[in-house]
């Protein structure tokens, strides 16, 4: 999508601190970090956000999901765990609208969010 600042990261538009890079997906760290740990997975098909899911991405869906785990993992998050959230539209707190699973690590994380 031309106006979207996730895939012009993509595209090589706009910079990021690429973590992980496949066919399928991208992950990058934060600009804003909200913990010593915090980066962004997403897809590198423009989806808007979860609810426009197809049953058809499910395979993408559970890919992007098992690869914010190995991440975390790799990145120091194993033994404490880490925070894996999907922010969805207004009420959702959703500002970049190109489907991300933000994973926040490396501190205590409070519940619930405001
Ligand atoms: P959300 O509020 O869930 O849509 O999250 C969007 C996230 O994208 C925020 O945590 C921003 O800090 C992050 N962000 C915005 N622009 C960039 C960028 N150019 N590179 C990396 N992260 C970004
Ligand atoms: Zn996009």
Redesign the pocket.
Known sequence: MSDC?FCK?ISGE?P?KKIYEDGDMLA?H???PQAPLHF?LIPKRHIGNIMELEEGDAGLAGRLLFKAQELAVALGCGEKGARFVI?CKTDG????DHL?I?VLGGRPLAWPPG
Do not use: E
């Open positions: 600042l990261i706009i990021a990058f934060d600009v804003n962004l922010n707190g959703q500002t970049v991300h933000h």
